[in-house]
């Protein structure tokens, strides 16, 4: 299993929310490179990357940080947050992302992101579903649609997509432990999808359990700035 550090950026710093609840803001680093390279020595090789700002806006804004952790870093990014247009798409692969990661858009407006999948490559896009009693959530979890994970899945499948991260809206930023027994579920109907489990890890059992299910990545964040687990640690999972 793949250990994914997640890095979120609000005004060009590192910062970390709770449940999405843009009022309960930590910065953690004001500078996301340094946070980037020490991964990078820790020995992982992906990161996380996610624009709060553009989240709220609906258009990309921190590229310019993806640039800088892009051009010093040789991290597997995937950036998401705002990415609404081909233009947002666009920005984000010239600015080093390995992929895109696309979340309410493919709840909202499948259309256009099925034109994505053709005109990019399903492969370039990371598929973000967030859920709530296994219902597909959208606009910063605030709405809970009637489309469940499975369907959604299926359908994005059936396009192409081959990797995935499942958030359970109701761990996230908690370090109340991730949702093991829905990941099983996902993981037994869709056994050669590539998935990464995200929300909720506090400790390194919870991804030792994440592993023993097949989950094939795990997203970290708030574990590791909270000092819960130490990059040291992480490294059995390289």
Known sequence: MQIIPAIDIIDGKCVRL????????KIYN????????????AGLQRLHLVDLD????????????LEVIAGKTS??????????????????????AALATIGSLAVKNEAEFVKWLLQFGAEKFLLGADVK?????????????????????????DHGVQQVFCTDVSKDGLLAGPSVDLYKKIIAR????????????????????????GCTGAIVGKAIYENRISLDELKKFS
């Open 75 to 96: 991290l597997v990014i995937d950036f998401g947050g705002g990415i609404k247009t081909e233009k947002d798409v666009n920005i984000v692969f010239e600015s080093g």
């Open 190 to 213: 869709f056994p050669s999808l590539h998935f990464i489990a995200s929300g909720g890890v506090s400790n390194m059992s919870d991804l030792e359990a994440l592993a023993e299910i």
């Open 18 to 25: 709770t449940q999405g609840d843009y009022e309960q803001k």
């Open 133 to 157: 009693e296994e219902k597909i959530t959208v606009g910063g979890w605030l709405e809970t649609t009637d489309i469940t994970i499975y369907d959604f899945l299926q359908k994005y499948i």
């Open 30 to 41: 004001e500078n996301p490179l340094e946070v980037a390279r020490e991964f990078e020595d």
């Open 54 to 65: 553009g989240a709220k806006a609906g258009a990309v804004k921190n590229w310019k940080v």
